[in-house]
């Protein structure tokens, strides 16, 4: 399985984009990258996922590079409720066991 | 409509004693599995139910177990309890093509 290297922490302006990176080199063709976060006290939350092409739903876009070694989750105007660690993960199903890292903890600053 | 609902929220016990956690998918979800969250660290994955069997399992010992309902809700049981499993216990919900739905945990302490 494909494992996944995220920076520890990162901060960001408030309504400012929040790019997130996400290196995963050793990606099989079938697996998906899956992005969730966990807001204190709170479980993870799933936010989006992708094959190859770049997707965006109401929470966030993801950027998969043409190699798909890494990618990017894009929020696009930060708030301060978007403050949580974001997790990258790389399975093949959406239903598969969640192999969770330690994420990135992101600090959305006023 | 209600999402995954786990219960108790928070429990205390003590070494060597049994503890059973319950959870409730979201409606829709037929699988089931279980994640423990040591603080500071990501959630890690114990086990998943479908069709009221363990389909997958992760590495964890026997004293950790499980069952499913025939309304797809679930329970887990930790026996002989231990220090180290202190920790929040996730319940996440699924069904084939859906994303995993987490509920808020159950925040378990050993004394």
């Known amino acids: 399985d494909a494992k996944t290297t995220q920076p520890p922490s990162m901060d960001c302006a408030e309504g400012r984009a929040a790019n997130l990176p996400c290196n995963h080199s050793?990606?099989?063709?079938?697996?998906?990258v899956y992005w969730y976060r966990q807001i204190h006290s709170q479980g993870p939350q799933y936010i989006i996922h992708?094959?190859?092409n770049n997707e965006t739903n109401e929470m966030a876009s993801l950027i998969i590079t043409e190699d798909r070694k890494s990618s990017t989750l894009i929020l696009p105007h930060a708030t301060l409720r978007d403050t949580a660690v974001y997790y990258c993960i790389v399975r093949v199903l959406m239903n598969n066991d969640m192999r969770f890292g330690a994420g990135t903890r992101l600090t959305v600053k006023p | 409509d209600a999402g995954v609902t786990q219960s108790p929220t928070h429990l205390i016990k003590t070494r060597g004693q049994q503890v059973t956690l319950r959870c409730s998918p979201k409606s829709g979800h037929d699988t089931v599995s279980w994640y423990q969250q040591a603080l500071g660290q990501g959630p890690q994955f114990i086990f998943q139910?479908?069709?009221?069997?363990?389909?997958q399992r992760g590495n964890f010992p026997d004293r950790f177990s499980g069952h499913q309902f025939p309304n797809y809700s679930s329970e887990l049981n930790v026996n002989a309890l231990l220090l180290g499993d202190s920790a929040l216990y996730l319940c996440?919900?699924?069904?084939?093509?859906?994303?995993?739905?987490f509920g808020d945990g159950t925040r378990l302490s050993i004394l």
């Open positions: 050793t990606i099989s063709g079938n697996e998906y």
């Open positions: 992708g094959l190859k």
């Open positions: 139910y479908y069709e009221e069997e363990e389909r």
């Open positions: 996440a919900s699924s069904s084939i093509n859906q994303p995993q739905h």
